[in-house]
């Protein structure tokens, strides 16, 4: 029997970095070019196969906004991926990345899949070199990928990339809950035919 595994995956990095447009090419094939932040956050679901092994992705987009970001510990409990995001072409966005690996790995106990994602990789304002990316991966032992949602550059390979390790996780054990129903006092009362 194929069961269907539900994973939780969290994309997290600065603001205008292409989180929501990673997600969106990868959830439709398309390249949304009207800018709109995220207010809070998104989520959506696709399912994915991996060697027989079903896997519901249920993606969280968060907001980078630093006003937001109190709201980030819940989003990132319970996750079993978490991708950080940065602008190849904005230095700072990729400095940032330490901030939010530090966050996933202060609020997710448990394990969890790290991903750094160079999004923008099609502007050719590179600030960030691949090779200081994949110092930064090595050290918090992260998968490193460029991307380009505007030219759907890598981003199957990321999310297959995101399964294939999903897949590796043992799916949730389910509880067998015993379940007891009680039927209320008046309905004893009156199929005994007492008032008390």
């Known amino acids: 029997m194929n069961t269907l595994m539900k994973q939780k995956i969290v994309f997290l990095g600065d603001s205008s970095v292409g989180k929501t447009c990673i997600i969106g090419r990868f959830m439709t094939g398309d390249f949304n070019t ?10 959506s679901t696709k399912t994915m196969t991996f060697q027989n092994k079903s896997i519901q992705l249920q993606i969280w987009d968060t907001a980078g906004q630093e006003r937001y970001r109190s709201l980030i510990p819940s989003y990132i409990r319970d996750s079993s991926a978490a991708v950080i995001v940065y602008d190849i ?14 966050d996933v790995r202060s609020k997710e106990k448990g394990e969890i899949f790290l991903f750094l994602v160079g999004n923008k990789l099609d502007l050719g304002h590179r600030e960030v070199t691949q090779k200081e990316a994949l110092a930064k991966g090595q050290n918090y ?22 399964t294939e390790k999903l897949s590796t996780l043992e799916p949730p054990v389910e509880e067998h809950i015993e379940t007891v129903s009680l039927g209320s006092k008046k309905a004893e009362n009156e199929s005994n035919g007492g008032c008390c």
């Open 89 to 102: 072409n904005d230095r700072q966005s990729f400095e940032s990345v330490d901030k939010w690996i530090e």
């Open 141 to 162: 032992q992260c998968m490193c990928f460029e991307t380009s949602a505007k030219t759907n550059i890598n981003i199957t390979e990321l999310f297959n990339a995101i």
């Open 34 to 43: 009207g800018y709109e932040a995220t207010i809070g956050t998104d989520f």
